[in-house]
Nanobody, 133 residues
Framework: QLQLVESGGGLVQPGGSLRLSCDASGFASGFTLERYAIGWFRQAPGKEREGVSCISGRAGDTGVADSVKDRFTISRNSAKTTVYLQMNNLKPEDTGSYYC??????????????????????WGKGILVTVSS
């Protein structure tokens, strides 16, 4: 079971940027995030959790929700232990708690964004992002 810790959230004005980090630990010996797909999710008060972006473990292919396309970018470090979510041109509707989740994943070049795939994922505790003037 992986331990995931999110960081980088906070209060930002509309149009501003934040970069979230998801630090993973607890790998079995010799393993990295290459064995996992990582998803970023968010949940606003009173709304369902939605997938925002994901990255596949092996090829590093990414997926992004239409609601954040061209504004959010997912990436990871070369050691494959940390995943980032760069969020630009933030809008008030981006406000919510952001979570990263990891699932064991063998598909080379695709990652899932639907909650269904993460029903048995390892989850971080989340971090709050508030976009407000």
């Amino acid at each position: 079971q992986l331990q995931l810790v999110e960081s980088g959230g906070g209060l930002v004005q509309p149009g501003g940027s934040l970069r979230l980090s998801c630090d993973a630990s607890g790998f079995a010996s010799g393993f990295t995030l290459e064995r996992y797909a990582i998803g970023w999710f968010r949940q606003a008060p009173g709304k369902e959790r939605e997938g925002v972006s994901c990255i596949s473990g092996r090829a590093g292919d990414t997926g992004v929700a239409d609601s954040v396309k061209d504004r959010f970018t997912i990436s990871r470090n070369s050691a494959k232990t940390t995943v980032y979510l760069q969020m630009n041109n933030l809008k008030p509707e981006d406000t919510g708690s952001y979570y990263c989740a990891a699932i064991s994943w063998a598909i080379w070049d695709w990652c899932p964004l639907l909650n269904y795939y993460y029903r048995e994922a390892d989850w971080g505790k989340g971090i709050l992002v508030t976009v407000s003037s």
